[in-house]
């Protein structure tokens, strides 16, 4: 079963940008979906983004469409959340997760979350 590790967060100011990396472990990365999400407090976790395997398919939630930019290294098994022009509402912990992907929407596969990386967006 994959294993994620993500990093990138931090504070920053409104309208900055910051990239978002997730490293998977222990499992087939090339042939998973890969999906972002995010956790305000007080919040559920919510879908932001998926890439699928062959990075053929990418979703974006609408609030972050135009935004944010999602992608996929195999050769690293990595993925990457390029976020800009960042909103105080982004204030967020994000996690990544195996998904299934379309373009329409995500659907996280599996229990559990890893650590996250916290995104804290304010002047």
């Known amino acids: 079963q994959l294993q994620f590790v993500e990093s990138g967060g931090g504070l920053v100011q409104p309208g900055g940008p910051l990239r978002l990396s997730c490293v998977a472990s222990?499992?087939?990365?090339?042939?998973?979906?890969i999906g972002w999400f995010r956790q305000a407090p007080g919040k559920d976790h919510e879908g932001v983004s998926c890439?699928?395997?062959?990075?053929?398919?990418?979703y974006h939630a609408n609030f972050v469409k135009g935004r944010f930019t999602i992608s996929r290294d195999n050769a690293k098994n990595t993925v990457y959340l390029q976020m800009n022009s960042l909103k105080p509402e982004d204030t967020a912990v994000y996690y990544c997760?195996?998904?299934?992907?379309?373009?329409?929407?995500?659907?996280?596969?599996?229990?559990?979350w890893g650590q996250g990386t916290q995104v804290t967006v304010s002047s």
């Open positions: 997760a195996a998904v299934q992907c379309w373009d329409r929407g995500t659907s996280k596969v599996g229990d559990g």
């Open positions: 222990g499992g087939t990365f090339a042939y998973k979906g």
């Open positions: 890439i699928n395997s062959r990075a053929g398919v990418t």
